[in-house]
């Protein structure tokens, strides 16, 4: 299994694609389907189990930060939600924080990001704090 630094990556459109062929009517294809399947998630390390039986949603994050301590005074913008910016973004998807279509597409695209383990580059976490900033209220209470 790859470790947290390297997080598995699986195209889940295309299994999704592939796994749809199960239900044909011709055994061989159906059967292909689920080999080809097995075959994608063991080039990224995955197995079955590993697909079906996920481990239970992480408890929710800590309320978040006040906007004061973001910036750790080396011109580093720190994650304002959590530890990471992967859970800024979750937190901001989760309370609908996009005041547009681009601003909701643009927390949808970080989350996905961050579900495979990239950083945002330094634009996209100045751009996730600026959405974070006109959206939380100090000392807002996670649900």
């Known amino acids: 299994m790859p470790t947290s630094a390297n997080p598995p990556f699986v195209d889940r459109r ?7 062929l199960l239900d044909s ?12 399947a097995s075959k994608m998630l063991a080039s990224a390390g995955l197995t079955w189990t590993d697909i079906i039986c996920r481990p239970a949603p992480a408890a929710p ?8 301590a973001i910036d750790n005074g ?10 990471t910016w992967y859970a ?13 279509t ?3 597409r643009f927390l949808v695209r970080m989350l996905l990001a961050g579900e495979r383990g990239v950083m945002p580059a330094p ?3 100045a ?6 900033r006109a959206h939380a209220m100090p000392g807002e209470a996670q649900s």
């Open 123 to 125: 634009w996209d976490a």
């Open 88 to 100: 800024t973004a979750r937190w901001l998807v989760q309370r609908q924080a996009g005041r547009t």
């Open 25 to 36: 009517e011709r055994e061989g294809e159906a059967l292909a389907a689920g080999r080809q």
């Open 127 to 132: 751009a996730m704090l600026t959405i974070y």
């Open 74 to 83: 080396d011109g580093v913008l720190l994650p304002p939600v959590g530890d």
């Open 61 to 68: 994050i800590a309320a978040p930060f006040p906007v004061e």
């Open 14 to 20: 295309l299994l999704a694609k592939v796994l749809s």
């Open 102 to 104: 681009f601003e909701a």
